[in-house]
């Protein structure tokens, strides 16, 4: 009933925003126009003609925030889900992502950096090869639990390959590339792999069938190894649908893994399509034993519903073992075969909660293929059972030249498992509206780390020209590979007792005004003295100044900052009490 609910409340919503003409007017247009606009990509290398490209020139009209740890001219990551390329263990934190060499049509190979508890990357801004192919893509990356060492898959297309390398310590960059099976009776080889390594020590690889033209159905199926990579279990073929999309998770704190995919509605293989899709689980309690038949629908679409699952989503395990799941829904009308080709909502799922809405994007916009105004979304949990959810934000007002909307990325949380989410922070905020090409600041492709402690641990791309080259959306560029970490703000370092000094009860308010120009008043309240510390922080984690340090007597506290020597831009205040700490947001807008 709930799903039922929601879904009446949210073509209501769409209703009133057209009317309302909320942004500009969204674009629809056919089923067919759609699959006509994304293609799979080109795999061959192309011609030196179509090689020119834009370096990357630092300092420009914009950068966005971020320590670069690589650069590509293969801007694009992935076409469907975004997976995981960054991954936080307790050794480190671990990056990978498709590099373009010295064009997007030549040589293409898997790279990799590590980021030490210093916070100092293994390889500086350059990063360091993983593969030795020579059109080597589409990557993703999980952490071996107990080691912490890398675990990289990715496809080698000349040779139709698929490959897990496997780290020979942790952040040291040695990688053993193990094949993996990716061939089934009758059927074209697999080619667009995700990981996951779970508690149990297994290394899941879940697969799509690897078509080259058309619109084709495509098999979706699942292998696993449990020695390390040497040796696999026969591939087993799943279900099968139009997308590149099927992803897999594994829960930290016991031996749940799910494969999440969106699962076609009433599926025709003589002409399928990537719009009309539902998002279903498959789930094993061990890691090694499935029932592939055990397929949870979680969204049951009707056909007069004008909303559907596309081939985006990301999902992911909370430390009480809820299996949570995220997607988009742009407008789907099988009446009359019409989609929307950038308005979508933002949903969330587990089971304890149903579905719930994150983020409204039912706003125009002009993401380029495989995208929409909400896409490449990315969902982690932290001990303390908060939830936050990553994703591309595109509008239709900071457009590129080209007529590509630049990306920013959004940041949401949740401290009630899902039900109620927060209103987004823009966490890039560099818009380049107008740009040319090599002066834009289109952030896109992220993927935010599962493991999410006082830090949430981010990468993605900083695309020089809006658009997927690969696509021919744009002008081929040099793009930096970022790597970002910012506070957790819903953060609480610990409690403390009644007979040590700390106080029982404190309260921090949220500033004042917020957001504000050059100054801002917070305040808190203690039940009896302290010891306190008052720190501001950047959007890169970085402590910019100490307010208070010292002891503080019981009541309450104002204290202001003067931000007349910063920038505009995201900032989080953190409060000390001994070991607890708690974290705010706030916006200097100049």
Not at 263 to 290: L, M, V
Not at 394 to 405: A, E, H, L, N
Request: glycine share 10%; charged share 20%.
């Amino acid at each position: 009933m709930k799903n039922l609910i929601l879904m009446a409340l949210a073509l209501s919503l769409i209703i009133s925003l057209s009317l309302d003409g909320y942004a500009g007017e969204i674009h629809k247009i056919s089923i067919a126009e759609g699959q006509a606009r994304e293609i799979i990509p080109d795999e061959s290398p192309q011609p030196a003609a179509m090689r020119r490209a834009i370096p990357y020139v630092p300092g420009g009209i914009a950068d966005s925030p971020g320590m670069i740890v690589g650069s590509t001219y293969y801007d694009y990551q992935t076409n469907g889900s975004t997976g995981h390329r960054i991954a936080k263990h307790d050794c480190g934190v671990h990056i990978c992502w498709m590099k373009g060499v010295t064009d997007w049509a030549g040589t293409r190979l898997i790279y990799y950096n590590y980021i030490d508890p210093s916070g100092t990357p293994g390889w500086g801004e350059d990063g360091t090869p993983a593969s030795s192919g020579t059109r080597d893509g589409y990557t993703n990356l999980d952490v071996d639990r107990a080691t912490g060492n890398a675990l990289i898959a990715y496809h080698d297309s000349p040779q139709t390959i698929v490959y897990v390398g496997v780290d020979a310590g942790c952040g040291l960059g040695l990688f053993t590339n193990h094949e993996v099976p990716n061939q089934y009776p009758g059927e074209t080889d697999f080619l667009w792999p995700y990981i996951a390594s779970d508690q149990g020590g297994h290394i899941h690889i879940t697969d799509t069938e690897g078509e080259s033209a058309g619109n084709i159905p495509k098999k979706i199926g699942h292998t696993y190894s449990a020695d390390g990579g040497s040796s696999w279990q026969d591939f087993q073929i799943y279900d099968e649908y139009a997308c590149f999309s099927t992803i897999v998770v594994a829960s930290d704190v016991d031996d749940k893994v799910a494969l999440v995919y969106p699962k076609p509605i009433d599926f025709n293989p003589s002409d399928p399509n990537q719009f009309n899709n539902d998002i279903a689980y498959i789930e094993s309690t061990d890691g090694a034993t499935w029932d592939y038949n055990s397929i949870v629908n979680i969204t049951n679409y009707r056909w007069e519903d004008t909303l559907r699952a596309y081939a985006d989503m990301a999902a992911c395990y909370d430390y009480d073992g809820n299996l949570h799941i995220i997607w988009n829904t742009p407008y789907y009308n099988a009446d009359s075969g019409t989609i929307s080709a950038d308005a979508c909502l933002l949903w969330h799922w587990s089971e304890a909660t149903g579905i719930d809405m994150i983020y409204d994007a039912w706003y125009a916009s002009f993401p380029g293929a495989w995208n929409r105004s909400a896409s490449k979304m990315s969902v982690s949990a932290d001990e303390q059972g908060n939830l936050f959810a990553l994703w591309t934000h595109f509008d239709d007002i900071d457009v590129s030249v080209g007529g590509y909307s630049n990306g920013e990325l959004y940041l949401a949380s949740s401290g009630d498992g899902g039900e109620i989410w927060s209103d987004p922070d823009n966490i890039t905020n560099s818009p380049t509206e107008g740009c040319f090409p090599g002066d834009c600041d289109s952030d896109h492709w992220s993927t935010m780390a599962q493991k999410v402690d006082e830090n949430i641990y981010i990468t993605f791309i900083e695309d020089k020209d809006a658009g997927g080259i690969p696509q021919t959306e744009g002008s081929q560029t040099d793009n930096p590979v970022r790597y970002l970490s910012i506070p957790n703000p819903l953060w609480m370092e610990g409690v403390a007792g009644e007979d040590n000094g700390v106080p029982n009860h404190y309260y921090l308010s949220q500033n004042y005004p917020n957001p504000f120009n050059s100054s801002t008043n917070i305040k808190f309240n203690l039940d009896k003295a302290a010891d306190v510390r008052l720190a501001i922080y950047n959007i890169l984690g970085e402590k910019i100044a100490i307010l208070v340090d010292g002891r503080i007597d019981a009541g309450e506290h104002t204290i202001s900052w003067d931000a007349s020597q910063f920038v505009s831009g995201i900032y989080f205040y953190k409060f000390f009490v001994n070991d607890h700490s708690e974290a705010r947001r706030m916006v200097l807008l100049k």
